[in-house]
């Protein structure tokens, strides 16, 4: 049972920080774009790259 003095309070302090840690990422706009990463390494650019000697405009 002493060992209960010890756990209560620190599960306590853990979901604190857990939340704290959910809120600054709300927050911060971490959760604003979920799907645009996921598309954006499906999309593949098969253009290649202009050459490096070709005239610039």
Avoid: C, N, Y
């Amino acid at each position: 049972m002493d060992i209960l003095v010890l756990l209560i309070p620190l599960s306590l302090v853990l979901v604190g920080v857990i939340a704290w840690v959910l809120l600054w990422a709300a927050r911060s706009g971490q959760f604003d774009d979920l799907e645009g990463p996921a598309h954006s390494v499906i999309m593949d650019d098969d253009t290649p790259p202009p050459p490096d000697d070709a005239p610039k405009p």
